[in-house]
């Protein structure tokens, strides 16, 4: 894998950007430094999603006096599981890594990434060792659903982070082999199997802006993460309806037997409550259902996961 003699670079850096402008320079530079210690052969391609802001310009400018800064530029905002499969694609590296604008993924960390790479692992996660800069509401978000994906899914993504090292081998399985559109990085890539290794890092503080994840984006993320890994949530659908049979059979029973003992058949509350009860049941089922649906009917368009408007420093071959 190794070989020096293929024209590719050793190593590829993505970086999705989303209204970076700001703290782009530091980040490029920080990065390239850090690169420049561990090989000269790399490239660093910035995945611009669509900002309002100057970071195209920004790496454009970049790339005029470094050939190695290369970006793509989408035609708006697509999100960043499509940045970083466009990152994917684009990349040449003999080993790709993904790592955030914001510094908040340390790029000290890719020393060790590349070492444990060359020693042979396919895949190198960083892990979060704390969520200190999250709030406890994500933190407890983030806990709940990598536990459901951890346990039903089969994989184990807790306090996974999107920073990876990929082996090319990796990298072109994500990007030839599975054909999904609406993807989860972090999950697929634990789902690959492969040789892993694991680095545990802090997270810093962001120090520009804020995240740029909205509320509903995570949400959205959320729900493709747990349809893309795990169809347990239908199971809950056919769990609902048996405690609907089991509950009406209790209060089946209670009404014949006040029957039966020439009672009138009381129970004003227990009727509002039975059928609040069910008809929440029906609600949560579709919606479950529903959720599915929605996944089946966004595959199936087979729209692209994103639109490239333009590119710096990136050659004519790659679509
Ligand atoms: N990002 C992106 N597209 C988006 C949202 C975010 O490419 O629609 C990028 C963003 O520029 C950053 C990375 O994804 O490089 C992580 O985003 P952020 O720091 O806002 O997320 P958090 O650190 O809160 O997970
Ligand atoms: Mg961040």
């Not at 290794?197 to 949400?219: A, G, M, P, Q, T």
């Amino acid at each position: 894998m190794n070989n020096p003699l293929t024209p590719f670079p050793e190593i590829t850096v993505l970086i999705p950007a989303y209204n970076e402008g700001e703290g782009l320079e530091r980040a490029l530079s920080t990065i390239a430094g850090i690169l420049e210690t561990i090989s000269k052969d790399w490239e660093i391609i910035v995945i611009d999603d669509g900002s309002r802001d100057n970071t195209y310009e920004r790496v454009c400018r970049h790339a005029l006096t470094e050939s190695r800064v290369k970006g793509v530029s989408f035609s708006r905002n697509f999100g960043k599981e499509a940045a970083l499969l466009a990152g994917l694609k684009y990349s040449q590296g003999r080993a790709v890594i993904a790592i955030d604008a914001d510094l908040q993924h340390p790029p000290e960390l890719m020393p060790d990434m590349v070492a444990k790479w060359r020693d042979g692992a396919k895949i190198v996660h960083a892990v979060k060792r704390n969520r200190k800069t999250d709030s406890l509401g994500k933190r407890l978000a983030a806990l709940t659903i990598n536990q459901i994906i951890s346990r039903m899914g089969g994989i184990n993504i807790h306090n996974s982070s999107d920073f990876k090292l990929l082996d090319r081998e990796i990298v072109d399985i994500l990007v030839y082999q599975l054909p999904e559109r609406q993807r989860f990085f972090r999950g697929l890539s634990s789902w690959i199997g492969f040789r892993e290794e694991y680095i545990e890092f802090d997270v810093s503080e962001r120090i520009e802006n804020e995240s740029k994840w909205s509320f509903w984006s995570l949400v959205e993320l959320s729900i493709t993460a747990l349809t893309s890994f795990t169809s347990v949530p239908l199971r809950i659908v056919t769990f609902l309806g048996l405690m609907t049979l089991v509950l009406g059979f209790v209060v089946a029973s209670e009404a014949l037997w006040s029957w039966y003992h020439g009672q009138a058949v009381s129970g004003f509350a227990t009727i509002i409550i039975t059928l609040l009860l069910i008809g929440s049941f029906i609600m949560i089922s579709l919606g479950i259902i529903g959720e599915y649906i929605a996944k089946i009917y966004e595959e199936i368009k087979a729209r692209p996961p994103y639109l490239v408007k333009s590119t710096v420093g990136i050659g004519e071959t790659k679509s």
